[in-house]
């Protein structure tokens, strides 16, 4: 297992009344900067600026159905309409633990994408899955756009 661990994220927030907002690119509004929201800013900046994601195919806070239940993962990046990454975002405070990951891949069962990240904003854990064979890759680093479409190619 290869931990990918990042500069220390910049805070890209302000104050709006006293509350600390950051703007969200894909939701194109402010939101409340929790710690865990800070967190998925800065991987969605990450995404966006240095792994060349187009910002129109990363969804935030998308919907899914777990054995009925409903259910939002952080971020989905998408070649065209076609699910290909999942985010799973955690506060800097909780660490990055089996049970992390777990409920990453429990999201997976209904989405099937090939690639799963769990982050704290401090240490990701980015894993290629091919589901065919039911095996799995830990990769150095989050792969960008160009890799992930080259993947998804039939």
């Known amino acids: 297992m290869k931990a990918i661990l990042f500069p220390e994220f910049n805070d890209y927030y302000q104050s709006l009344e006293n509350a600390p907002v950051i703007f969200d690119p894909v939701r194109k509004k ?41 259910k939002r993962c952080d971020l989905l990046a998408y070649k065209n309409s076609m699910a290909a990454l999942l985010v799973e975002c955690k506060a800097p405070s909780v ?34 899955i091919d589901l065919l064979k039911g095996e799995f890759e830990f990769l150095a680093e989050i792969p960008d756009y160009g890799e992930l479409v080259e993947v998804l190619r039939f």
């Open 30 to 70: 402010n939101v409340s900067a929790t710690p865990e929201e800070k967190v998925r800013q800065f991987i969605l900046q990450h995404m966006i600026f240095k792994k060349n994601y187009p910002r129109a195919l990363v969804a935030v806070e998308a919907a899914l159905k777990v054995n009925r239940l409903q």
């Open 95 to 128: 660490k990055i633990t089996q049970n992390v990951f777990e409920q990453a891949a429990r999201y997976n069962l209904t989405l099937r994408v090939p690639y799963i990240l769990v982050t704290n904003g401090l240490i990701a854990l980015c894993c290629k």
